[in-house]
């Protein structure tokens, strides 16, 4: 998707939760189009939304959260994060994806 596609997703995005704001799966795809736009901040906030909704689908959205942080040049934050979802996945491929991850935040 282009830039402006994004753009527009995120407006309709942002009238569905005016509606809607409990959708989980709607802040998720809010927070994918913000971080396609490089906006990271509001996409860190975002993100902490829908994990604190907590609905099946939304499992892997602390990670993304933790891209942010890295994307946005706070690099402890998001190695600090990535430890704490390492230390309580309980499902192994989810656990593993994020080992891989602090692996490669920590090399950069």
């Given at each position: 998707?282009?830039?402006?596609?994004?753009?527009?997703?995120?407006?309709?995005?942002?009238?569905?939760?005016?509606?809607?704001?409990?959708?989980?799966?709607?802040?998720?795809?809010?927070?994918?189009?913000?971080?396609?736009?490089?906006?990271?901040?509001?996409?860190?906030?975002a993100f902490q939304r829908a994990y604190?909704?907590?609905?099946?689908?939304?499992?892997?959205?602390?990670?993304?959260?933790?891209?942010?942080?890295?994307?946005?040049?706070?690099?402890?934050?998001?190695?600090?994060?990535?430890?704490?979802?390492?230390q309580s996945e309980s499902d192994d491929?989810?656990?593993?994806?994020?080992?891989?991850?602090?692996?490669?935040?920590?090399?950069?």
């Amino acid at each position: 998707m282009k830039s402006r596609e994004y753009t527009s997703a995120l407006g309709v995005l942002d009238a569905l939760l005016d509606e809607f704001p409990e959708v989980a799966l709607s802040w998720r795809a809010r927070c994918g189009c913000l971080f396609e736009l490089s906006r990271f901040d509001e996409a860190i906030e975002a993100f902490q939304r829908a994990y604190d909704l907590g609905v099946p689908g939304t499992e892997e959205v602390l990670l993304w959260k933790a891209f942010c942080y890295q994307n946005s040049g706070q690099k402890s934050k998001a190695e600090v994060l990535v430890e704490q979802i390492i230390q309580s996945e309980s499902d192994d491929v989810r656990r593993a994806r994020a080992q891989e991850v602090l692996i490669a935040f920590q090399s950069t």
